[in-house]
């Protein structure tokens, strides 16, 4: 959420850390960086997404944890994406206290995000992603 104040804008604090964790989360996803992307999830994060099965059609939850996030990204899962296409849109939908709702927008994937501050940080908790449909490559 961005606060205006006459014909600027200006970001809280939180809404600054906010932004800076969802960034670490998919600047850390496309450029392999294992360290941005440890930080900026919590260890109990729960990722899911809807998948489909090829041959039968039939639709899942696809699971992904703090460890398969972490992982995946030191192995260079998303570093297929050449530099000069790495565009990131990220919007704070809501901030409610100590929780944030964030919709972060990549490449690949279109991202829902919930964020907790806990012991003074932003990290994500919750994701729910599905493909972008605007996807370039």
């Known amino acids: ?8 804008t200006v ?13 670490d989360y998919v600047e850390g996803w496309y450029n392999g960086d294992a360290e941005r ?8 994060l729960v990722k ?6 090829v041959p039968s059609g039939r639709e899942y939850l ?20 050449p530099e000069d296409q790495r565009v990131y849109d990220i919007t704070i939908l809501d901030i409610s206290g100590e929780i944030a709702s964030v919709r ?10 919930h964020l907790a501050k806990l012991n003074g940080q932003w990290v ?12 370039q490559i």
């Open 104 to 113: 972060a927008d990549s490449p690949d994937w279109i991202d829902h995000l």
């Open 37 to 44: 992307m440890q930080r900026s999830v919590h260890t109990a």
């Open 11 to 23: 970001e809280s604090e939180d809404e600054k850390a906010i932004r800076q964790a969802s960034l």
């Open 62 to 81: 696809n699971y992904l944890t703090h460890e398969i996030m972490v992982l995946d990204t030191a192995e260079g899962f998303g570093t297929h994406v």
């Open 124 to 135: 994500i908790a919750n994701a729910i992603y599905t493909a972008n449909p605007n996807k």
């Open 48 to 53: 899911r997404g809807i998948k489909r099965d």
């Open 1 to 8: 959420m961005i606060s205006k104040d006459s014909d600027k």
